[in-house]
Nanobody, 126 residues
Framework: EVQLQASGGGLVQAEGSLRLSCAASGFTFDDDAIGWFRQAPGKEREGVSCISSSDGSKYYADSVQGRFTISLDTAENTVYLRMNSLKPEDTAVYYC???????????????????WGQGTLVTVSS
């Protein structure tokens, strides 16, 4: 069974850091796009970042560029999202998702992705 398990969320003060993990089971990140999305209360889900397992190419939303870093550990079959300089507006439930093939220019479209993790809550206090 294909599963994605997101973890690592929590409560952090503004300017703090967190690292989210997205562990895959039932398949190996071989030629996949692995995306991170987030949904804040009362808002639509938005794309945060994407990494292609085939060539390591990365995409970031403008709102997190320079603060967040996505990475892939092939040995652990896990994608990480390192979040630095967190802001209260980063507060959201964060989800990871995967799609066959590399990240494309439409990586931020949630409908591109077939498999989703359950979400992990990140709360940034001011």
């Amino acid at each position: 069974e294909v599963q994605l398990q997101a973890s690592g969320g929590g409560l952090v003060q503004a300017e703090g850091s967190l690292r989210l993990s997205c562990a895959a089971s039932g398949f190996t990140f071989d030629d996949d796009a692995i995306g991170w999305f987030r949904q804040a209360p009362g808002k639509e889900r938005e794309g945060v970042s994407c990494i292609s397992s085939s060539d390591g190419s990365k995409y970031y939303a403008d709102s997190v560029q320079g603060r967040f870093t996505i990475s892939l550990d092939t040995a652990e079959n896990t994608v990480y999202l390192r979040m630095n300089s967190l802001k209260p507006e980063d507060t959201a439930v964060y989800y990871c998702a995967s799609d066959v093939g590399p990240c494309t220019e439409t990586w931020h479209d949630e409908y591109e992705y077939d498999y989703w993790g359950q979400g992990t809550l990140v709360t940034v206090s001011s």
